[in-house]
């Protein structure tokens, strides 16, 4: 098993940034890939951004290329989302994922563990 651990939440305002973190504990060795979604209320959970866990190649949904990015620090087991320029549409919770599947996925189905998520609200 795995265990993910999402921190890093808040409140800002339009146009400033948040960095959310996520910790993996538990059998890393099995992780191929950790993902970023958010859900809106209301909404489906929708990709955001993926990482290869050794590799470090990224892949990023259309609506946050060149503001959203996804780093790891595998010392730390920690992935990091940045999100800077945020917009009152980004306001959602947001969830980290892990994959064992060797694919950098958008898909949420081909995600195995979820961390339990962490709220972010950007005021307009």
């Known amino acids: 098993q795995v265990r993910l651990v999402e921190s890093g939440g808040g409140l800002v305002q339009a146009g400033g940034s948040l960095r959310l973190s996520c910790t993996a504990s538990g059998l890393i060795s099995r992780i191929y890939a950790m993902g970023w979604f958010r859900q809106a209320p209301g909404k489906e959970r929708e990709f955001v951004a993926v990482?290869?866990?050794?590799?470090?190649?990224?892949y990023y949904a259309d609506p946050v290329k060149g503001r959203f990015t996804v780093s790891r620090d595998n010392a730390k087991n920690t992935v990091a989302l940045q999100m800077n320029s945020l917009k009152a549409e980004d306001t959602a919770v947001y969830y980290c994922?892990?994959?064992?599947?060797?694919?950098?996925?958008?898909?949420?189905?081909?995600?195995?563990?979820w961390g339990q998520g962490t709220q972010v609200t950007v005021s307009s």
């Open positions: 990482l290869d866990w050794s590799g470090g190649r990224t």
């Open positions: 994922a892990a994959a064992r599947r060797m694919t950098l996925s958008s898909l949420k189905d081909e995600y195995d563990f």
